[in-house]
């Protein structure tokens, strides 16, 4: 499970800090320290960690602890609320369109888990909001991607639209919507074409794609597992195309969690959505404040 590592370390520190019944200037700065220590080795950007270790320790020497009755507690509870702050607010909402369709471009590097996370949003969609989604296949470059897409529609009983290779994703993606209004449905997700570095082909066909459809929502689905990287893709994405928000896969593999807790504070885009495993209904919406809490045990 991700965040494994930083979760023993952060309760390990938190432990000793616990019960006292007063807390040192001294105790503060061993503790920061070693969380300090702990979100570097869960491979946290290394400015994120130096903001966040610096407003702990500054409520922590505080009164706020200093003075109340239960310092130990009073800590914890400080160090709870900045890894929350850190994550975000709970920001799992989807626009809602003025006019259906609701158009949402999903974006991504190749292999983030792009095609299937566009599978398990229109799954979620569908179930939790009783949406009528259309999936668009706009990945003209991985043949596979598109019989990928159209899998997953069959396995959902959701209609796909797509073009072969040959077409231009611009028209994809316009027919798609304008198909989706002929048949009612309320979501277009359009899965858009990958590579396997940013580039500026790659985000001029984005902006190409973007400037024609106004999307809604423009969400980013980054790999957890590629660490520092995610957030250096993130940031490269939310230059070129400014996203709306972040859908991070494969939280359930053994990531140590960086990019979760380094995305939303060097992008300023929240996480709406985690991805937990392959299955389609492997989708959760991402509360910041339950995940402070896991990790902190
Ligand atoms: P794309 O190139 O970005 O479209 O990536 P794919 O959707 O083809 O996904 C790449 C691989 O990641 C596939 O094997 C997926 O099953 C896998 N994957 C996607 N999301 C998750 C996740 O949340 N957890 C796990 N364990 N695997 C995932």
Redesign the pocket.
């Known amino acids: 499970m991700a965040f494994e590592g930083l979760s023993d370390r952060l309760q390990d520190t938190i432990k000793k800090i616990k019960g006292k019944g007063k807390v040192t200037e001294q105790d503060v700065k061993e503790m920061t320290r070693e969380v300090r220590l702990a979100l570097l080795e869960a491979d946290v950007n290394f400015k994120v960690v130096k903001d966040f270790v610096k407003r702990i320790r500054e409520r922590a020497v505080g009164q706020e602890v200093m003075d109340s009755l239960t310092p130990g507690q009073q800590v914890i509870k400080v160090v709870k609320e900045e890894l929350t702050e850190l994550m975000g607010g709970d920001e799992s909402r989807i626009a809602v369109a003025k006019r259906p369709p609701t158009v949402i471009m999903m974006v991504?590097?190749?292999?983030?888990?792009?095609?299937?996370?566009?599978?398990?949003l229109a799954n979620l969609l569908r179930k939790n909001y009783n949406r009528q989604p259309l999936l668009a296949a706009a990945?003209v470059y991985?043949p596979?991607?598109i019989q990928?897409l159209e899998t997953l529609g069959k396995q959902l009983g959701m209609p796909v639209h797509s073009e072969g290779t040959e077409a231009d994703p611009v028209d994809i993606a316009k027919n798609a919507i304008a198909k989706a209004k002929e048949e009612h449905n309320d979501y277009v997700i359009i899965?858009t074409a990958?590579r396997l570095h940013v580039d500026e082909g790659l985000m001029g066909e984005l902006e190409r794609i973007k400037d024609e459809v106004q999307p809604d929502e423009i969400f980013l689905?980054v790999?957890a597992m590629t660490g520092q990287d995610a957030v250096n893709v993130a940031q490269s994405f939310d230059d070129q195309l400014d996203i709306t928000g972040v859908l991070l896969?494969?939280?359930?593999?053994d990531t140590r969690g960086g990019a979760a807790l380094s995305i939303r504070a060097v992008t300023g885009k929240p996480i709406k959505f985690?991805?937990?495993?392959?299955k389609l209904d492997?989708?959760e919406a991402f509360h910041p404040e339950r995940m402070a809490s896991r990790i902190l045990g």
Not at 111 to 117: D, F, I, Y
């Open positions: 991504g590097l190749q292999g983030a888990g792009k095609t299937t996370t566009t599978g398990k990945d991985r596979a991607a990928q899965d990958g689905v790999d896969t494969k939280l359930d593999g985690a991805g937990m495993g392959e492997q989708l």
